[in-house]
């Protein structure tokens, strides 16, 4: 019982934290990729923002190009699913969150905007 009220509050806990508007500040890429000069243009000037109904906008300000789409945070809290990708939320506190995407190889970096 102890064990689930603990991935209780570690899943609540992160969605609490993650509701709010994120923007982009750093991208890593673990290996190499073609496209790696072309996701860190695109991340550049783009925030998400994370709604308490599971709804997430992406803005990017550069060509005014709008996507909501929905997410989940997994019932252990370590993982966030949305736009088809499933990554795990390496670090999430009130101004900080760490995706490290699945398979990609890629960690994005992201700070609360106030």
């Known amino acids: 019982m102890l ?9 609540e806990n992160n969605r609490k934290k993650i509701i709010g508007t994120w923007a982009f500040y750093k991208i890593e890429f673990l290996r190499s990729n073609r496209d790696s ?8 000037a783009t925030i998400v923002t994370f709604s308490e109904d599971s709804l997430t906008v992406r803005i990017k300000f550069d ?4 996507r909501t789409s929905r997410y989940t945070i997994s019932p252990d809290g370590r993982t ?7 990554a795990t939320i390496a670090r999430l506190t009130d101004e900080e969150l760490v995706l490290n995407i699945q398979g990609e ?7 609360k905007v106030h």
């Open 3 to 11: 064990l689930f009220s603990i991935h209780s509050f570690s899943q």
């Open 105 to 111: 190889g890629v960690i994005e970096h992201l700070k």
């Open 63 to 66: 060509t005014m190009f709008i």
């Open 37 to 44: 000069a072309n996701l860190i243009k695109n991340a550049k």
């Open 80 to 86: 966030l699913t949305h736009n088809g990708m499933t």
